[in-house]
């Protein structure tokens, strides 16, 4: 049943991208927000109060639904329920529109659209950055989304519906990423009202639950990549990156593709959180820059075939789990 849930909702979220502005996604910002109001009151166990009804209250909810359908209606409907989960929480094309328009850009030799763009995209000032520095804060930013946008929305999806508890992990994974920047230390609004206790506790939650799909994407992309490079990167250069994390991801990123990767961090602007959407992140941090070639154009379209790749590899996986099941 996972196997045909994702696959629907990736061709569906293919076919018909959620738009960025969406009801659903107001709502679950609008319910972090009233969250952080009325339970963080800057004490070390408010915060944690607060992180775990933020992200677990959706997260049962959808539980709660998916067991009704399963028991009291039947089992199609509740897989009905898993693909519009799945739609709203996983996709490509809910961050590609900037990569694609930031490659187009470069292809033309229009930098200044470019840097446009990738100022658009992360909300940060990006100066006269040169071209193979856009290159290569682009290639950092997409596999980064890529990562948290489908990756790490499979794995824990994989893993919850394996013990029965439906789409649950999906919203989980995704909640958990969302929180950890709406509310950081940024200057934005949300993370005024945001205490340091809850800042604290939305990052070590973070951490802790992003471990384990950081290093199976890592692990994707070394399969699907250069293996020996990217696992050399993932062991010694990921501790290059501030983000530990992070820094498999994109050590594993620059060895598969022999792209050099890291560096001086783009600096953010005043508003660097956008909140009208998932999808933008905070800046990456600096970092020692990894071995390899200088970024170019054609590496973004080298970033495009690994992950598509690993995709396929994730969809392989899962529907011979799913073979190995119903023959079982």
Not at 24 to 53: N, Q
Not at 196 to 208: D, F, K
Not at 287 to 307: D, F, I, K, N
């Amino acid at each position: 049943m996972s196997f045909f849930a994702i696959l629907f909702a990736l061709l569906i979220e293919q076919a018909r991208p959620l738009a960025r502005s969406n009801p659903i996604h107001a709502g679950l910002r609008a319910w972090s927000l009233s969250v952080s109001r009325s339970f963080d009151a800057g004490a070390a166990h408010h915060g944690w109060v607060a992180w775990s009804l933020a992200v677990l209250v959706p997260a049962v909810f959808v539980l709660a639904v998916h067991a009704a359908l399963t028991w009291w209606v039947g089992w199609p409907v509740a897989v009905v329920w898993n693909v519009a989960v799945l739609y709203i929480t996983l996709g490509f094309r809910q961050f590609s529109y900037h990569f694609t328009g930031i490659r187009d850009a470069l292809e033309m030799g229009d930098e200044a659209s470019a840097r446009a763009r990738l100022a658009e995209w992360q909300r940060v000032d990006v100066g006269e950055l040169p071209r193979s520095e856009i290159v290569r804060h682009v290639i950092e930013y997409s596999v980064l989304a890529a990562h948290r946008s489908v990756f790490g929305v499979l794995a824990w999806f994989s893993v919850l519906a394996a013990l029965g508890l439906g789409p649950m992990g999906a919203v989980l994974y995704r909640m958990a990423e969302f929180v950890s920047r709406y509310w950081a230390d940024g200057g934005d609004d949300a993370a005024q009202r945001a205490s340091p206790a809850l800042r604290a506790a939305t990052a070590q939650a973070w951490t802790v639950i992003d471990w384990l799909p950081a290093r199976l994407t890592a692990l994707c992309f070394a399969v699907v990549g250069s293996f020996e490079e990217a696992i050399e990167g993932w062991r010694f250069h990921a501790q290059r990156f501030p983000n530990d994390n992070d820094g498999v991801i994109l050590a594993a990123t620059a060895g598969a593709l022999n792209v050099r990767l890291g560096g001086e961090a783009l600096k953010a602007d005043a508003h660097p959180l956008s909140t009208q959407g998932f999808q933008v992140d905070a800046p990456i941090g600096e970092s020692e820059s990894t071995p390899g070639r200088a970024p170019e154009v054609g590496h973004l379209r080298s970033v495009v075939g690994l992950v598509w790749r690993s995709v396929v590899v994730w969809m392989l996986l899962l529907a011979l789990l799913t073979l190995a099941r119903l023959l079982g």
